[in-house]
């Protein structure tokens, strides 16, 4: 009995790995696309999505050459600069990001509510809209105020609140139509989980919005209000972000033939501790008030450990995935390309939050690593869900290069940054307001220079591959490409 039971203790560990091996094997990160009016309001959404990334693009332009050396001295600075920071952080991150969580929530719903989801995005599109045309009608101030700055003017405001109200809307109807995920989930259903909880923590965000326009205190300068505004509901809604670029690091993964070992349960324990974090917000609220310091310090820390803890293990199984698959595919390789890239510019731009020490350039450094690595991840997933919506396959080679030269110039950009911040050149000024003394400070400014240029033509060079898969004369029957339900 006693060699039985060394038996049995000692076996049992190889028997379990061959069937968490076959687990693995089995397991494929993909969701179906319905082929019902579902289909056109994520076509609609990501119409608006792309519209949004041309106009962040023309004034991401501007504000390069706006910072570049020597060029610089071309713009009326001061506040050129300001407002089209501005513009172009809302339309890159708040529209984009909203936008194709618009795409995704669409394709992982029921048919409820279909029209007040076509409510929700028609709402969402004149907001952008009206915010777009401001700095060319208002005469407002822009103020830089942290996760969503804004000009203070009428127009401006009321485009920003629009938007808002519209994705108010979507993220009800997201909650409203929510698809069961099911008892014994398998790939597709841990993506759909996954989902469900960016919808979740999207609510939160809106709610600890809400929560500080009613209690925010009167008489604040309008600089301070509207950094108090937006910094709780700027820190939580990056949870639905992170829960974005998990599930698209798992779905292109799959799609590019790199096999992910993580089994579907593991993958629903991960997209929990993305999620749990959030429910902490009400106990912040109710613990300090939100114009106090340790308002601001637990929701930075939150952000800090609660983000993170999901992040790691999923991207280590995605590179370790990489690392053992086969090469991609001619067809397979701009999602594959989008994926590395995302994981590169997300992982720097994570290393360098650790650098950061007072307030310089090592600050946008870090969150333009991140934040562009979500932007990475929803651009592959554009690649791949382009078919599936009824459209052409993106052109596989000029799509590879355009995740690469993007994924580059966003990458040398960071590094200019960090680099500049290291010699204390300050975050969200340009011009001379920069005072840039040194060989290294200029060279490091030069560096983020270079690197957002090439990182505009990667973005304008993603609105062209878009376009032409797009475009009706090279438009497909409903489904044809891709897998469809």
């Known amino acids: 009995m006693k060699a039985i039971s060394r038996s049995v203790v000692s076996n049992p560990p190889s028997f379990r790995s061959a069937a968490w091996r076959a687990g693995l094997a089995d397991t494929r990160y993909d969701l179906a696309v319905p082929q019902d009016a579902r289909r056109m309001l994520a076509t609609g959404w990501l119409l608006l999505g792309l519209a949004s990334l041309i106009g962040a693009g023309l004034f991401s332009l501007l504000l390069v050459l706006a910072r570049t050396p020597y060029l610089q001295h071309l713009f009326p600075v001061e506040n050129f600069f300001r407002v089209a920071l501005v513009v172009h952080v809302d339309l890159s991150v708040l529209v984009w990001f909203g936008a194709l969580g618009g795409v995704l929530w669409s394709l992982n719903s029921t048919g ?33 105020s942290n996760y969503v700055p804004v000009i203070d003017e009428p127009l401006f405001l009321g485009g920003l609140a629009v938007f808002g ?17 099911g008892t014994r989930p398998d790939g597709a259903a841990s993506l759909r989980f996954g989902l469900n909880a960016s919808a979740v923590a999207a609510a939160m965000a809106l709610i600890a919005f809400v929560w500080t326009l009613l209690t925010i205190p009167h008489g604040i300068p309008r600089p301070g209000y509207f950094e108090v505004l937006f910094w709780g509901s700027g820190h939580v809604i ?28 593991v993958t629903l324990l991960m997209f929990w501790i993305a999620l749990v974090s959030v429910f902490l917000t009400p106990v912040i609220y109710l613990a300090f008030d939100v114009t106090s310091a340790y308002h601001r310090k637990l929701f930075t820390w939150l952000m800090e450990f609660g983000g993170g803890l999901a992040i790691l293990p999923v991207s280590l199984a995605v590179v370790i995935g990489i690392a053992r698959g086969r090469a991609a595919a001619p067809a397979q390789q701009p999602l594959k390309a989008a994926l590395i890239s995302s994981l590169v510019l997300f992982g720097v731009g994570g290393l360098i939050g650790f650098t950061i020490h007072g307030s310089n350039t090592r600050i946008p ?62 975050r969200k000024v340009a011009g001379g307001e920069q005072v840039l003394r040194s060989f290294g400070e200029i060279a490091g400014m030069g560096l983020m220079g270079l690197g957002g240029l090439i990182a ?24 044809d490409g891709g897998r469809s339900a």
Request: net charge positive.
């Open 112 to 144: 409820r509510l279909l029209g007040l989801a076509w409510v929700a995005l028609a709402l969402a599109a004149a907001g952008a809209v009206l915010m777009s045309l401001a700095p060319f009608f208002g005469h407002g101030i822009p103020i830089m």
């Open 165 to 181: 109200f519209g994705f108010l809307l979507l993220t009800i109807r997201s909650l409203t139509a929510v698809p069961r995920v």
């Open 238 to 265: 990056q949870f639905a972000y992170t829960l974005f670029m998990l599930v698209a690091w798992l779905w292109l993964a799959s799609e590019s033939g790199t096999r992910v070992p993580l089994t579907p349960r």
């Open 365 to 426: 450094a870090h969150y333009h690593g991140c934040i562009v690595g979500v932007t990475l991840a929803l651009m592959g997933l554009t690649y791949l869900l382009l078919p599936r919506l009824g459209f052409r396959a993106p052109a596989p080679g000029l799509a590879t290069l355009q995740a690469y030269l993007y994924g580059a110039g966003q990458l040398l950009h960071v590094l200019g940054l960090m680099w500049s911040g290291g010699y204390g050149v300050q």
């Open 456 to 479: 505009v033509a990667g973005g304008f060079l993603f609105v062209v591959v878009v376009a032409r898969a797009i475009w009706p004369a090279g438009s497909a029957r409903a489904g």
